[in-house]
Each structure stands twice: as structure tokens, then as C-alpha cells.
């Protein structure tokens, strides 16, 4: 069955700090694919990355950074020197070749930054 | 461009109304879905279509039709609303299969009563 979890429903860290947030995933497909996506409190969705299954490379892309791990499942989101603006609920999500790409939604982790 | 457009941005709906959410992409997309959005569940797939003419179930189909007559339009479709159908719903659309970047319309807030 395919299955996203984002084990921590909401963070809260001062601005400044380093945070990560949870991804573990369930497949049975060898080819599949894993997305970030942040929603900011005005609502709409907004795409920050895609991997393949095939590439664990890590990837950073200013102040964030995604570890893919294949043996483990996981593929954490961390936020470097946290900012308020980054105060949004992000999820997680899974796509799998061999049922037609739908991509499956995590419940979301709300992540505050405080000042 | 426009990108992914849906309407109304707002509506309430009282118990056995029916109504249609309008979704509309301008970027030639094949694919082409419709999520719900409730507090603590996250986005759950409703329906999706990966082209013209194709149309199949995801998570939570029960109580939604839809239809893609063409590859611009994705409309979702409630026949007799119910007060769990209350939510916010998302329409989204990809290049080809969904295992590409989706962008997301702004939403709409549907109540019940």
C-alpha cells in the first residue's frame, strides 16, 4: 500500500534554528517518487522539490536541504537558520510508477517560527 | 498565464444541493486531479485523470462525479452535498503523470449546512 507518514503534526522553533521535519514513505514499487510541498498560512500550494527513486543524492537548495534514504525510507526536509517566513504546514507525498503517478499526500507537519 | 484556476473561491451549500467546482489549466497538462483538504488530514485524492476522457478514483471518490471532456477543463461534481463534504478542495495538474510537479489552483472553501 502505498503510505506517507509525517509523524510530528506541529514544530515550534525560534527563528535562527535548524529544524527537520519527518517523511517516511511505504512502497512496493522500485520506481517511484517523493515531493515537498509547503503550504504558507495564505493557502496555496506551493512545490519545492521531486526525487526519483533512483537518485539519492542529497540536494540543497539555499537554506534547505532533503536526505533521501532508500534504507530507512525516509526523506527528511531540514530548514537551516530557520526565518519567520518559513512559518507554513509541509507535507510530504509519494507517487508510484505502477499506479498511474497519483500522487499520495502526508497529513502535514505545521511548523511555527517563532521570533 | 493564468495556470490553474478554479471557481468559486468560496461557497456554502445547504444538505442535498448539488453543485459543480470548476478547474480549469491554460499550461496543455495531461493530468489533472482534485484533493480535499480537511484539518489534521492532510490532502486526500478524490479523483484524477491522466488525459482526455480518462477518469478514475482515488482515496475518496464516494459522494464526487467528474468528467474531462477536454484537457483543459477538470470540473467536480457534488450531487447531493452532505455536511462531511465540507472542506477545502484543491485542483491540481501535472505535464504527464503525476509523478511531476503539480501546481495547485488557490482552493476552494465549500461549507455545508
Known amino acids: 500500500a502505498q503510505k506517507v507518514t509525517q509523524a510530528q503534526t506541529e514544530i515550534s522553533v525560534v527563528e535562527k534554528e535548524d529544524v527537520t521535519l519527518d517523511c517516511v514513505y511505504e512502497?512496493?514499487?522500485?520506481?517511484?517518487?517523493l515531493f515537498w510541498y509547503k503550504q504558507p498560512p495564505s493557502g496555496e500550494l506551493v512545490f519545492l522539490i521531486r526525487?526519483?527513486?533512483?537518485?539519492?543524492q542529497n540536494e540543497i537548495s539555499g537554506r534547505y536541504s532533503w536526505n533521501f534514504q532508500k534504507s530507512t525510507s525516509s526523506f527528511n526536509f531540514t530548514i537551516t537558520a530557520s526565518q519567520v517566513v518559513d512559518s507554513a504546514v509541509y507535507f510530504c507525498?509519494?507517487?508510484?510508477?505502477?499506479?498511474?503517478?497519483?500522487?499520495?499526500f502526508g497529513k502535514g507537519t505545521r511548523l511555527h517560527i517563532l521570533p | 498565464n493564468a495556470g490553474v484556476t478554479q471557481t468559486p473561491k468560496f461557497q456554502v451549500l445547504k444538505t442535498g444541493q448539488s453543485m459543480t467546482l470548476q478547474c480549469a489549466q491554460d499550461?496543455?497538462?495531461?493530468?489533472m486531479s482534485w484533493y480535499r483538504q480537511d484539518p489534521g488530514m492532510g490532502l486526500r485524492l478524490i479523483h484524477y485523470?491522466?488525459?482526455?476522457?480518462?477518469?478514475d478514483q482515488g482515496e475518496v471518490p464516494n459522494g464526487y462525479n467528474v468528467s474531462r471532456s477536454t484537457t483543459e477543463d477538470f470540473p467536480l461534481r457534488l450531487l447531493s452535498a452532505a455536511p462531511s463534504q465540507t472542506s477545502v478542495y484543491f485542483c491540481?495538474?501535472?505535464?504527464?503523470?503525476?509523478?511531476?510537479?503539480?501546481?495547485f489552483g488557490q482552493g476552494t472553501r465549500l461549507t455545508v449546512v
Open positions: 499550461m496543455n497538462h495531461e493530468y
Open positions: 507525498a509519494l507517487s508510484e510508477e505502477d499506479r498511474d503517478d497519483k500522487i499520495i
Open positions: 485523470s491522466v488525459g482526455a476522457g480518462i477518469t
Open positions: 526525487r526519483n527513486s533512483f537518485d539519492e
Open positions: 512502497t512496493r514499487d522500485t520506481t517511484y517518487y
Open positions: 491540481a495538474s501535472s505535464i504527464q503523470e503525476g509523478n511531476t510537479e503539480a501546481f
